[in-house]
């Protein structure tokens, strides 16, 4: 695949202001055995990676699963699973042949059925595997170490959606569990991965146990993002569930947790003074906040209510509110990320928030004064204080609330329901993205107007579908650039999301803790611990 393509799908930089990378120790001979004990970003309840986008179960696979490509620290798509692949000269058929070694933690070796029962069900819910699965004609094993990818029809991207580096992630799972339909969940964490799953100290609400996996074979290559070897010096790692960051903050310093991954702002800046933690950026680029209106039930199932909540975002408010700390926060327009990216633009942009605009909106839209139910995750403070900021907002524009205090958890199974918010539905939550998961419009699930198929929310507008397969098509970079243009101008119009501003979140571990490689997801192979 050519560079360009590749920069378009993962999009950004990866290089990082001097002084905030923690640079890992790799000439340093690393030491085996000890437990990391790690502050995932929340509390995991969901175990299945391919069901939800979340990012703790994101995490999660990364801990048991593997991939058939990965994405390095330089942005680059390389083998993983692999050993070796084979494309036409067209471009219309793909042969991969799997490395030796690869085994299951039931025991049982991987072969080329699991990974092609694996992809059809990733790009039954993933917005660019959707597209992938679209034009393909076939997709099978033809031994059980190799299996082939057929198009019917061209499709440019098809290794940088098998290395695609977020949600969703391509794991591969044992094909009896791939075959479980996309909109239920695998319930057995089977993998292939480093990391073992230790169900029986699996404690909701406390923590989540893995271990080594003693039978995993790394590849020879140095470790390099999520690509390269996946060398596992620990014995195990336990992730805590702390949602109170003072009591967080407190055992890091004193040594009784090592790596915390999503301090608030606040705690970074505080903690960042103690000669004993380390501060790491793991996507320089950033994150994306949203707001997320159901598309489902009224009100937002109307364009105007939707176009009222475009008005009354104010990103500066909710930065302040959601972040506070100015140096991590940036205003941003458009929908593809701000700065030194691709697709930067203001195309249909509002110019400023516009109150009056959007009370007016939502009088045109016919909005019968019922409460608003907005989902407030109290135990991520960052969208905890959009959630106050949105019910602010919407009471400054004549709109009734109900804010519905829930654990971020509880959030990721609320808002799969389709209910009316009356029944336990929902009609607002706010959520993030890194990069890697909004950039262009390949991966961009809020641009993406699959409807009841689609994600959460279930925004609907085949205009938004043909430009979008007509940008994964293009190869052109002038034309790339002018579909991102329409695609962002329509989406302004159409609204199934609202961005309320970009920001990056440093993570912090004591110095103790060596080895952390550079990417925007945890994963924690390669550590090990210097007493």
């Known amino acids: 695949m050519n560079d360009l393509t590749r920069r378009d799908f993962l999009a950004g930089t990866a290089a990082l202001a001097a002084g905030t990378l923690a640079t890992p120790a790799l000439a340093q001979t690393p030491k085996r055995g000890g437990t990391l004990r790690f502050i995932p970003i929340g509390d995991l309840k969901i175990l299945d990676p391919i069901w939800t986008t979340a990012y703790i179960t994101r995490d999660h696979g990364y801990m048991i699963w593997d991939t058939l490509f990965a994405t390095d620290a330089n942005l680059q798509i390389k083998p993983q699973m692999v050993d070796k692949h084979t494309v036409s000269r067209d471009g219309m058929k793909f042969s991969f042949t799997l490395r030796d070694g690869l085994r299951f933690h039931d025991g049982q070796p991987v072969t080329a059925e699991d990974c092609a029962a694996s992809l059809i069900r990733w790009g039954k819910r993933d917005p660019l595997g959707k597209l992938m699965l679209a034009a393909t004609g076939k997709l099978q094993a033809a031994d059980r170490k190799t299996f082939v990818l057929e198009l019917k029809e061209p499709f440019g991207m098809v290794l940088e959606a098998l290395g695609k580096p977020s949600s969703n992630v391509p794991f591969i799972m044992p094909a009896r569990l791939a075959a479980t339909p996309a909109d239920e969940q695998v319930k057995e964490p089977i993998g292939s991965g480093p990391f073992k799953f230790v169900k029986e100290e699996w404690q909701p609400g406390n923590q989540v146990v893995y271990t080594r996996n003693s039978d995993y074979v790394p590849r020879s290559e140095p470790p390099s993002g999520a690509a390269g070897g996946k060398h596992v010096y620990l014995d195990r790692v336990i992730w805590r569930y702390m949602p109170d960051s003072a009591t967080a903050a407190s055992a890091l310093e004193a040594g009784e947790l090592d790596y915390w991954q999503f301090p608030p702002a606040d705690f970074a800046v505080r903690l960042t003074k103690n000669p004993n933690v380390t501060t790491f950026v793991g996507d320089p680029v950033g994150l994306v906040g949203w707001l997320r209106p159901n598309h489902l039930h009224p009100p937002f199932n109307q364009k105007k209510a939707r176009q009222a909540l475009l008005h009354m975002v104010d990103q500066e408010m909710y930065l302040q509110a959601a972040i506070g700390q100015a140096q991590y926060y940036r205003t941003c327009p458009g929908i593809f990320f701000c700065g030194n990216v691709p697709y930067e633009s203001k195309a249909g942009a509002p110019t400023r928030p516009d109150l009056d605009r959007a009370r007016q909106l939502m009088k045109e839209s016919g909005y019968d004064g019922r409460p608003v139910v907005v989902l407030d995750p109290t135990d991520r403070p960052e969208l905890h204080g959009a959630a106050l900021v949105t019910r602010e907002l919407l009471m400054k524009?004549?709109?009734?609330?109900?804010?519905?205090?829930?654990?971020?958890?509880?959030?990721?199974?609320?808002?799969?329901?389709?209910?009316?918010?009356?029944?336990?539905?929902?009609?607002?939550?706010?959520?993030?993205?890194?990069?890697?998961?909004?950039?262009?419009?390949?991966?961009?699930a809020g641009v993406a107007g699959g409807g009841e198929s689609g994600w959460f929310g279930w925004s609907s507008s085949a205009q938004l579908e043909k430009l979008r397969l007509e940008w994964i098509r293009t190869a052109d970079p002038v034309r790339r650039k002018q579909l991102a243009e329409q695609i962002q101008v329509v989406a302004f119009d159409e609204v199934p999301f609202v961005p309320w501003g970009q920001y990056v979140q440093p993570s912090l571990y004591r110095k103790s803790v060596r080895g952390v490689l550079q990417f925007p997801a945890a994963i924690l192979w390669n550590i090990w611990l210097d007493a």
């Open 397 to 444: 524009i004549g709109v009734a609330v109900d804010l519905q205090a829930v654990d971020w958890s509880t959030l990721l199974a609320r808002r799969a329901r389709k209910d009316p918010p009356s029944a336990g539905g929902w009609n607002l939550f706010s959520t993030n993205w890194i990069s890697s998961d909004a950039m262009t419009p390949a991966v961009n």
